[in-house]
């Protein structure tokens, strides 16, 4: 399994417009090969930065696939005005989470 972490600055007086326009574009990341799921994360102590976590089935997946196809680029459209800063992304690998022993 390997997680793509995305971290997106947001203009602090376009958060909740970015929600929306985020809203929007999934559904272009929900149907990308080897998707596996995503959560969009707002920060605490920073609100106006976002965490997005990919679980995809293998690097290629994201890159070169996702990343290189045309739902990337309409969903990166989607929402590029929203950023304060260019974007930072890296990969972990790693299995799911565990669940606790109840």
């Known amino acids: 399994m390997v997680y793509e972490i995305a971290v997106l600055p947001v203009h602090k007086q376009n958060v909740e ?3 929306q326009a985020f809203a929007e574009v ?3 990341l929900r149907r990308a090969k080897g998707y596996g799921g995503h959560m969009l994360a707002q920060g605490i102590e920073t609100p106006e930065r976002f965490n997005l976590i990919v ?3 293998s690097l290629e997946d994201h890159t070169p696939g996702f990343e290189a196809s045309e739902d990337h680029r309409l969903f990166m ?3 590029e005005e929203y950023f304060s800063e260019e974007p ?3 990969h972990i690998e790693g299995a799911a989470f565990e669940l606790p022993f109840i």
């Open 55 to 57: 679980r995809w089935q």
């Open 77 to 79: 459209l989607g929402l």
């Open 26 to 28: 999934a559904p272009l």
């Open 88 to 90: 930072t992304v890296y």
């Open 17 to 19: 417009q970015f929600r």
